[in-house]
């Protein structure tokens, strides 16, 4: 099976390379059916990627995935250099025409950070006078285009931590100019295999801290209606507006592992539905793909879509992944075919739902059979 998996793989890469002449042939073109021309404006150049960063993955994890043609991930595209400011604890005497955004640019501490620590609300209003906590630690500045994850792997920290350290919440948009709040003193540099240990890439991280930091007054990317656009990892992305209404199944199939703990009380976020290999795996609901690829290892080929409603919806161990990152998808809408990467042990679907953060168990949402 596994190298019926290799040869399939092997085979639909050579397909996908001939749709471009090999002159012009940086990547894999992509299936004859979502072949087009990608703008030039609309793809970021790909940077080569830090060594110190390249993790291999764990022996067991197969990663023969086929994708479309795209930037590297926004995480990847924009790193970040850990240059926080150390601020500490003190008392600021607010002065006659001071604002909460000019304290923190004085002070090197966050405005939400401030507000929080002062029990200030929106628009966050100070008058002269009043005196002020302004909270220590070491606070990193926003770029634009930067991400959490980005963030996170530059100070070796779980971004989890700097989520709940920040107070940070749906739909987790940082803003270029705001200052986060880095967990954990600085305990002298931090080596890559310090980063490694701390740092984990998954679903959780990416919906919390996969989208690029916005500018003030630029609105996310309005979803591409197909393939054949990619947008730029610089562009940032939200979930529809609309609920999603009734969900369909993503494939036929049975379901070999079910949601929760198992027997020795390793815990399942989702369910695992046993499935024929290159069986078209379809989007439950109307959204926006969230994120397209296979870093996360135990989940190889991975498309995770965000609807409206605050629901998410996780499709893991494809084969062909064919869909892009920022693409609206239709309800049924095959969005990759199956195949047993990652950690499965035969062709398969790893399949999530979740409301917010929290995973739900999917049989509970989807249609009785």
């Known amino acids: 099976m596994r190298e019926a998996g290799v040869t399939r793989a092997a085979a639909l890469a050579l397909l996908l390379a001939g749709c471009i002449p090999a002159a012009e042939r940086p990547a894999p073109a992509p299936p004859p059916e979502a072949a087009g021309s990608l703008p030039a404006d609309e793809v970021a150049p790909e940077p080569a990627p830090h060594a110190e960063d390249q993790v291999a993955p764990p022996s067991g994890a197969r990663r023969d995935v086929a994708q479309l043609p795209a930037p590297r991930p926004a995480w990847e595209a924009r790193p970040v250099k850990p240059d926080a400011r150390a601020v500490a604890a003190q008392r600021y005497a607010v002065r006659p025409g001071d604002t909460l955004g000019a304290i923190a640019a004085r002070t090197g501490a966050g405005v939400d950070a401030i507000a929080r620590a002062n029990a200030l609300a929106a628009p966050f209003p100070v008058r002269a006078g009043q005196t002020l906590a302004i909270p220590g630690g070491r606070y990193h500045l926003v770029r634009a285009g930067q991400t959490g994850i980005a963030i996170a792997r530059a100070y070796g920290v779980p971004w989890r931590e700097v989520v709940a350290a920040n107070a940070l919440d749906e739909p987790y948009l940082l803003r270029a100019g705001q200052r986060v709040l880095i967990p954990r003193l600085p305990g002298g540099s931090v080596s890559a295999s310090e980063r490694a240990a701390a740092f984990t890439l998954d679903v959780d991280t990416i919906l919390t801290g996969g989208e690029p930091a916005v500018v003030a007054g630029q609105a996310p990317a309005t979803p591409v209606a197909s393939a054949r656009r990619v947008l730029a990892p610089s562009a940032a992305t939200i979930a529809p507006a609309a609920l999603p209404g009734r969900f369909v199944w993503p494939v036929d199939g049975t379901i070999v592992?079910?949601?929760?703990?198992?027997?020795?009380?390793?815990?399942?976020?989702?369910?695992?539905?046993?499935?024929?290999?290159?069986?078209?795996?379809?989007?439950?609901?109307?959204?926006?793909?969230?994120?397209?690829?296979?870093?996360?290892?135990?989940?190889?080929?991975?498309?995770?879509?965000?609807?409206?409603?605050?629901?998410?919806?996780?499709?893991?161990?494809?084969?062909?992944?064919?869909?892009?990152?920022?693409?609206?998808?239709?309800?049924?809408?095959?969005?990759?075919?199956?195949?047993?990467?990652?950690?499965?042990?035969?062709?398969?679907?790893?399949?999530?739902?979740?409301r917010g953060r929290t995973p739900v168990d999917p049989t509970m949402q989807l249609p009785h059979r």
């Open 257 to 354: 592992r079910r949601f929760g703990p198992g027997a020795t009380g390793e815990r399942n976020d989702g369910i695992k539905i046993a499935i024929p290999l290159d069986t078209p795996v379809r989007a439950i609901a109307d959204g926006t793909v969230a994120y397209v690829g296979s870093e996360v290892p135990a989940l190889g080929g991975l498309v995770i879509v965000r609807h409206g409603g605050g629901w998410t919806s996780v499709y893991g161990h494809a084969g062909t992944l064919l869909v892009q990152r920022g693409q609206a998808v239709r309800k049924g809408q095959v969005i990759a075919r199956s195949g047993e990467s990652g950690y499965a042990d035969r062709p398969e679907l790893h399949f999530e739902l979740r």
